[in-house]
């Protein structure tokens, strides 16, 4: 069976870094995209940012863009999603999904791991 466990979330103070995991099983890592999608309450879920296994690729939501990376580590089967500058408004829970299709900031991945709870204090 696919599992995906996100892990890292806390509180953080607006300025500071997380740096959230998420560790995959039970299928072929380099065949798959892993994205992070994150969803605050009353809002839609949000792609974040996502990468390509294989090579590497990575894309980011626009209001990450500078602030986030994404990266793998192929030998763990584990995606990182480090968070630098953290702002207020990326208070969220964040999820991480996989998929072999190239949904890129979509929410339409086959798989999804438990949510993991990030707060960011002002």
């Known amino acids: 069976d696919v599992q995906l466990q996100a892990s890292g979330g806390g509180l953080v103070q607006a300025g500071g870094s997380l740096r959230l995991s998420c560790a995959a099983s039970?299928?072929?890592?380099?065949?798959?995209?892993i994205g992070w999608f994150r969803q605050a309450p009353g809002k839609d879920r949000e792609g974040v940012s996502c990468?390509?296994?294989?090579?590497?690729?990575?894309y980011y939501a626009d209001s990450v863009k500078g602030r986030f990376t994404i990266s793998s580590d192929n030998a763990k089967n584990t995606v990182y999603l480090q968070m630098n500058s953290l702002k207020p408004e990326d208070t969220a829970v964040y999820y991480c999904?996989?998929?072999?299709?190239?949904?890129?900031?979509?929410?339409?991945?086959?798989?999804w791991g438990q949510g993991t709870q990030v707060t960011v204090s002002s």
């Open positions: 999904a996989a998929d072999r299709a190239g949904w890129g900031l979509l929410p339409e991945y086959e798989h």
């Open positions: 039970g299928f072929t890592f380099d065949d798959y995209v």
């Open positions: 990468i390509s296994v294989s090579d590497g690729s990575a």
